[in-house]
């Protein structure tokens, strides 16, 4: 199984572009995050979704938006980039809720705004 | 607040000296505390979910074990290969949404040298 698999891998944007950081699993899972970790920081949930058709904001949702329109796809759009938004994102995804059940991680997306 | 706090930021041992990392953390009501492997350039990858004081559990080289205020993860005569950031999450309620999430530490970046 090749689990949580995002592109790009690397990618570097003009300050107010667009892009959508694409994320999907093959494991039939329920639940998907997006996280970014910038460095020297923890892991920050940015949006999760419970399952396909609803998504719902983490700690830090502003300047981004997803979509869930499959059990197996999660987008995170980014639609004015800024230099904040630098950062290495990661997606993950679980059977189910994480009290009981493990993340899996994509290899992450390194992003750089300039 | 519910935090997460790692320390050391960073421990340098020899091959075969063992030592201890440690994640404190403050939540309420605690639902899950989570030790992750992460390897440069990589996504975090799961050790061990502990659940209530006293629990302990092993993987190798690896013993994480649970009080009421903190974790350890206890590394046995490591080898190079042990080389990796950790880092420790704690499902919270108050966290990320509805439902909570994880919070995560900073990590502790462990090298071992031959």
């Known amino acids: 199984n090749a689990g949580v698999t995002q592109t790009p891998k690397f990618r570097i944007l003009k300050i107010g572009q667009s892009m959508t950081l694409q994320c999907t699993q093959d494991m039939n899972h329920n639940y998907m995050y997006w996280y970014r970790q910038d460095p020297g920081m923890g892991l920050k949930l940015i949006y999760y979704s419970v399952g396909a058709g609803i998504t719902d904001k983490g700690e830090v949702p502003n300047g981004y938006n997803v979509s869930r329109s499959t059990t197996e796809d999660f987008p995170l759009r980014l639609e004015l980039a800024a230099p904040s938004q630098t950062s290495v994102y990661f997606c993950?995804?679980?059977?189910?809720?994480?009290?009981?059940?493990?993340?899996?991680f994509g290899q992450g997306t390194r992003l750089t705004v300039v | 607040e519910d935090q997460v706090t790692q320390s050391p930021e960073a421990l340098r041992l020899q091959e075969g000296e063992s030592s201890s990392l440690n994640c404190s953390y403050t939540v309420s009501g605690l639902r899950g505390l989570f030790w992750y492997r992460q390897d440069p350039g990589k996504g975090p990858e799961f050790l061990f979910t502990l659940y209530s004081a006293g629990e302990e559990k092993e993987k190798e080289r690896l013993k994480a074990t649970l009080t009421k205020k903190e974790s350890f993860l206890h590394i046995t005569a490591p080898k190079p290969e042990d080389s990796a950031t950790y880092l420790c999450a704690v499902h919270s309620r108050n966290y990320g949404g509805s439902q909570g999430n994880l919070i995560f530490g900073k990590g502790t970046k462990l090298s071992v040298k031959p």
């Open positions: 993950a995804s679980s059977y189910g809720d994480l009290t009981n059940t493990e993340a899996f």
